[in-house]
């Protein structure tokens, strides 16, 4: 069972940036690609980005492309998101989560495992 905690969410004007970690104990943390997604209010949960086991490849959501830049640390377990240029429409709740063995980088939200409680990105105007 793999346990994730997200922080660094938060309150900030529109342009601005904020760093996500993510924070995975109890499995081989080294082992699986991660993701983040986000949820925004009366939305569907969609997928922002998604990193491969040993951190050499990544995959985006066009929305955020050129903005968000995903990376891990597997030395200490943790997963980041970095974010750019944040819009009003990035105010969301952030998820990150481990993915299923063997699938490989995906998009696709049944596709992983473990989820984390999310942390909230307001971006103000």
Known sequence: QAQLVESGGGLVRAG???RLSCAAS???FNL????????????????????????????YAGSVKGRFTISR???NNTVYLQMN??????????????????????KIDRE??????????TVST
Do not use: H
């Open 73 to 75: 640390n597997n030395a």
């Open 16 to 18: 601005g940036s904020l």
């Open 85 to 106: 240029s944040l819009k009003p429409e990035d105010t969301a709740v952030y998820y990150c989560a481990a993915g299923r063995p063997g699938v490989g980088i995906t």
């Open 32 to 59: 699986y690609d991660m993701g983040w997604f986000r949820r925004a209010p009366g939305k569907e949960r969609e997928f922002v980005a998604a990193i491969s086991w040993g951190g050499s490849s990544t995959y």
């Open 26 to 28: 109890g499995r081989t």
């Open 112 to 121: 992983f495992d473990y989820w984390g409680q999310g942390t909230q990105v």
